[in-house]
Nanobody, 121 residues
């Protein structure tokens, strides 16, 4: 069984910083892309940042130059450093991995349970 567990969410004032972490564990054979998504109340889930197996990154326009995604292949972890936070960054943040579990036949999307980020003005 595979699990993605996030940590690091919380309440911060506008202009502050938070660091989210996500660890994938269980019967993992291989991980391709990993990323962070977020969902604000009444809105659809959106991609915040992604990182490929080769280290190529992509970001939503709204977070470019403020957020940085990084990955530790050996530990199967992905992190999101969020700086200069704005009230509009308030959302539940979800970790995602394109992952091949042992015993599976293909790569599948796995999701964490989500962590709340609240930015006060």
């Amino acid at each position: 069984q595979v699990q993605l567990v996030e940590s690091g969410g919380g309440l911060v004032q506008a202009g502050g910083s938070l660091r989210l972490s996500c660890a994938a564990s269980g019967s993992i054979f291989s991980i391709k892309g990993m990323g962070w998504y977020r969902q604000a109340p009444g809105k659809q889930r959106e991609l915040v940042a992604g990182i490929t197996n080769g280290g190529r990154t992509n970001y939503a326009d709204s977070v470019k130059d403020r957020f940085t995604i990084s990955r530790d292949h050996a530990k199967n972890t992905v992190a999101l450093q969020m700086n200069s936070l704005k009230p509009e960054d308030t959302a539940v943040y979800y970790c995602n991995a394109d992952l091949f579990a042992r015993g599976s036949t293909r790569y599948l999307d796995y999701w964490g349970q989500g962590t709340q980020v609240t930015v006060s003005s």
